[in-house]
């Protein structure tokens, strides 16, 4: 499996950036595509998912300000935060999780993406 997150950046507060997480092909089918991050000495926190069907979660945090789309068929989800707040500052991960075609789990994690807000 590779998982690529990616759109990172520096941002000013109220600003915007767009994250993407592409899965490779493969063995296995695909239930959820998630975004966590992680702050400097915290463990990582949800951040909101998409599941087979299309249905969305968000954390409060993030609500109103953050939408995620993407189809877990096409194995793509992408992260547009508006708003963005200084503490909204992170490594921000993607997160598959689902089945292999021989029955075992999937649940596999990308490398990060630095997320920068200015104040």
């Known amino acids: 499996v590779q998982l690529q997150a990616s759109g990172g950046g520096l941002v000013q507060a109220g600003g915007s950036l767009r994250l993407t997480c592409t899965a490779s092909?493969?063995?296995?089918?695909?239930?959820?595509i998630g975004w966590y991050r992680q702050f400097p000495g915290a463990q990582r926190e949800f951040v909101a998912d998409?599941?087979?069907?299309?249905?969305?979660r968000y954390s409060n945090s993030v609500k109103g300000r953050f939408t995620i789309s993407g189809d877990t068929a096409l194995r793509t989800s992408y992260l547009q935060m508006n708003n963005l707040k200084p503490e909204d500052a992170a490594i921000y991960y993607c997160?598959?999780?689902?089945?292999?075609?021989?029955?075992?789990?999937?649940?596999?994690w990308g490398q990060g993406t630095q997320v920068t807000v200015s104040s």
């Open positions: 997160n598959i999780d689902g089945d292999y075609d021989d029955g075992t789990v999937l649940d596999y």
């Open positions: 092909s493969g063995p296995f089918t695909i239930d959820t």
């Open positions: 998409v599941v087979r069907g299309g249905s969305t």
